[in-house]
Nanobody, 123 residues
Framework: VQLVESGGDSVQAGGSLRLSCTHS??????????MAWFRQATGKEREGVAT???????RYADSVNGRFTISQDNAKKTLYLQMNSLKPEDTAKYYC????????????????WGQGTQVTVSS
């Protein structure tokens, strides 16, 4: 399984970016699949940003809720993260992850990770 992120860049505060994660070898299913974006800033722990279980069930960290949108194009095997109203505190390396739901609940066990793409937001 390979997950390849792209779209990271340096932008000014208030700007927008769209990250993409193209995967191969991973089969997403509506009933059991889940994919997510995580981020890790320098000197900080990795944190979950957004999770997609299906087109109707997504979860967001409080810090990005209302500004970020996670979506996917299953035919293109690509996960997206639309990031608007970016803030300097969004600066981090963003990682894509894929896995399967745990016991049918809205929780995900991540088995596969990408290498990350850097997002830098200047004030």
């Amino acid at each position: 399984v390979q997950l390849v992120e792209s779209g990271g860049d340096s932008v000014q505060a208030g700007g927008s970016l769209r990250l993409s994660c193209t995967h191969s070898g991973y089969t997403y299913t509506y009933a059991a699949g889940c994919m997510a974006w995580f981020r890790q800033a320098t000197g900080k722990e990795r944190e979950g940003v957004a999770t997609l279980f299906n087109a109707f069930t997504t979860r967001y960290a409080d810090s990005v809720n209302g500004r970020f949108t996670i979506s996917q194009d299953n035919a293109k095997k690509t996960l997206y993260l639309q990031m608007n109203s970016l803030k300097p505190e969004d600066t981090a390396k963003y990682y894509c992850a894929a896995g399967s739901r745990v016991d049918g609940a809205w929780r995900c066990e991540y088995n596969f990770w990408g290498q990350g793409t850097q997002v830098t937001v200047s004030s």
